[in-house]
Nanobody, 125 residues
Framework: QVQLVESGAGLVQAGGSLRLACAAS????????MAWFRQAPGKEREFVSA????????YYGESVKGRFTISRDNAKNTVSLQMDFLKPEDSAVYYC??????????????????WGQGTQVTVSS
């Protein structure tokens, strides 16, 4: 059983930056692809970014491409999301997720077996 704990919640003005972190425990970190999703009020949970087990391959949703950067530190069992040039429409609860390597699309919620509790990001205009 993998436990995921996000941190880095905050309120920032449009154009600003935030960095989210997710700490994993209870499993072998390198067995899992990692991802970030987000959910705004009244909307479905949306794919933001994902990273392969080694960290070599990275994937981004169209709305964040060029502004967000995902990374992982396999020695520290952490995955991070650097968010730059934030927009009000980036406001949402951000969730960290872990999925078993080799199964499913990086972009699909169904790929991921474990989820964090979420962390709130609010971008003011």
């Amino acid at each position: 059983q993998v436990q995921l704990v996000e941190s880095g919640a905050g309120l920032v003005q449009a154009g600003g930056s935030l960095r989210l972190a997710c700490a994993a425990s209870g499993g072998t970190f390198t067995d899992y692809k990692m991802a970030w999703f987000r959910q705004a009020p009244g909307k479905e949970r949306e794919f933001v970014s994902a990273i392969s087990m080694s960290g070599k391959n990275k994937y981004y949703g169209e709305s964040v491409k060029g502004r967000f950067t995902i990374s992982r530190d396999n020695a520290k069992n952490t995955v991070s999301l650097q968010m730059d040039f934030l927009k009000p429409e980036d406001s949402a609860v951000y969730y960290c997720a872990a999925g078993t390597a080799g199964f499913g699309s990086y972009y699909s919620r169904q790929t991921y077996d474990y989820w964090g509790q979420g962390t709130q990001v609010t971008v003011s205009s």
